[in-house]
């Protein structure tokens, strides 16, 4: 019997059927948030399933896979399957677990859950700087397992400067810079519910367990835990980052350095000039500009401006293994899970994100076998059409 991913997935779920069980995380994406809004108080999820502005953003990134499809290949001998990329240097799945901040407000054991998943199932995790354990338990949880360390470059040097040397002290692997949020997205959920969790005092233990931030308090945070929620809100972000703090953030560390959330090419080629080693084209989940284009709309383009050997992720409405092929097709060399397994940790803590991990690989690897491909590593534009051009095309030449 094979032990390909997606054969065994499907096997143990029909299986289970022969003793009457049924997945309890639900499979698709739409279940899986619909059963979240049902666990989570309204509040949270919204903060996680909401969106900048009208949520244009948020549906187009969802739409612009419709505008691809694959082109299915046959006879091509898929029996054995390889879903491994190298990403520095590091064999390891094309999907990591995005950042995603405050998961204290989906689950209890929050990112040491995700952690805990991550390392059972293998799946690299990237740690936001905005967690509710800190940078060396996350670390420890992980083990062996890739491990990113994602930065919001804060407003004190010093504060940047402490938890890049703590990541790389606690063993991460790449340094993800994000940038697309000097200032926060007008977000109508979270503003119309008065909801930011940071002010509730989730989401800060890298900051209050960080000697560089705690210089700047007058007392300590467990004596005054409101001062220094104030006082992160005052070093959290800064809104003056330029393409020179880019350059110094790459020289303070010899971590490849990932810049987050570039949509322009412009933008992809200055981040590598800068020193960064890649890049995730994100839109951050249409969080933060409200308009802004699909985030695999912009894909291709940055794509194919970087040099070759530069690092291209991606996120920003990856549901499904087609979502990913499609991606992967059109140049990222790895994508980003974020809201699903976010929701499927609200849902049963790491065995909810285990189970959309093991899901996720499953529908990726046969999907992969049934578009006619045996490797991740060889997909290329070959694997799909712009269905718009060849719409547009046949109506010019018929
Ligand atoms: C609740 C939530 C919190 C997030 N927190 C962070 C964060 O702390 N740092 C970061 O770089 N991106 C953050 N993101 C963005 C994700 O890393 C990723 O870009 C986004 O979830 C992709 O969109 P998708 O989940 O719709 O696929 C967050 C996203 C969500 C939904």
Same mark, same amino acid.
């Given at each position: ?18 003793? @009457? ?9 739409? !279940?899986? @948030? ?30 612009? /896979?419709?505008?691809? +499809? ?17 990403? /520095? ?19 209890? !054991? ?29 670390? @420890? ?15 004190? =040097? ?24 000097? #200032? ?9 519910? &008065? ?18 931030? =705690? ?39 010899? #971590? ?6 570039? #949509? ?12 960064? &080693? ?44 087609? !979502?990913?092929?499609? &991606? ?10 974020? +809201?699903?397994? &976010? ?21 990726? !690897? ?12 060889? #997909? ?19």
């Amino acid at each position: 019997m094979s032990d390909n991913p997606g054969d065994t997935r499907q096997r143990e779920i029909y299986m289970g059927g022969l003793a @009457e069980m049924t997945p309890e995380v639900p499979l698709a994406y739409e !279940d899986l @948030e619909a059963a979240a809004m049902e666990a989570l108080d309204g509040a949270a999820f919204d903060y996680v399933m909401g969106g900048a502005g009208a949520e244009r953003t948020v549906r187009a990134n969802a739409a612009a /896979f419709d505008r691809w +499809r694959l082109v299915p290949r046959f006879l091509r001998d898929v029996a054995e399957r390889d879903l491994f990329v190298e990403v /520095f240097g590091v064999e390891q799945y094309p999907f990591m677990l995005a950042p995603v901040g405050v998961q204290s407000i989906l689950h209890e !054991d929050a990112e040491l859950a995700v952690a805990r998943a991550a390392s059972a199932q293998g799946v690299p995790m990237v740690l936001s700087s905005v967690s509710s354990f800190t940078i060396e338990e996350v670390a @420890e949880a992980l083990g062996d397992t890739p491990k990113w360390f994602q930065l919001y470059p804060s407003s004190d =040097r010093e504060v940047a400067a402490s938890f890049v040397a703590r990541a790389e002290a606690a063993g991460y692997d790449a340094l993800v810079v994000t940038v697309d949020t000097p #200032l926060p997205g007008w977000r109508e959920r979270d503003l119309q519910r &008065a909801y930011l969790p940071f002010l509730e005092g989730e989401g800060i233990a890298n900051y209050t367990s960080d000697p560089a931030f =705690r210089a700047r308090l007058d007392q300590p945070p467990e004596e005054n835990p409101q001062m220094a929620v104030l006082e992160f809100i005052d070093v959290f972000g800064d809104a003056s980052l330029d393409w020179e703090d880019l350059a110094w953030l790459c020289a303070e560390t010899d #971590l490849p350095v990932v810049v987050k959330g570039l #949509l322009h090419p412009a933008d992809a080629r200055r981040a590598t000039e800068a020193g960064a &080693a890649g890049v995730v084209v994100s839109n951050h989940g249409g969080r933060q500009v409200d308009g802004a284009i699909a985030a695999l709309d912009a894909l291709p383009r940055v794509a194919e401006a970087v040099a070759d050997g530069t690092a291209v992720l991606f996120d920003s409405g990856v549901r499904r293994g087609a !979502d990913a092929i499609k &991606a992967l097709a059109l140049g990222a060399d790895a994508v980003l899970l974020g +809201r699903p397994y &976010a929701y499927g940790l609200a849902l049963d803590g790491q065995h909810g994100v285990e189970e959309v991990l093991r899901n996720f690989r499953g529908d990726l !690897d046969l999907t992969l076998g049934l578009v006619g491909h045996d490797a991740v590593s060889a #997909l290329d534009r070959e694997a799909l059409v712009d269905v718009w051009a060849l719409r547009l095309s046949g109506l010019v030449s018929g």
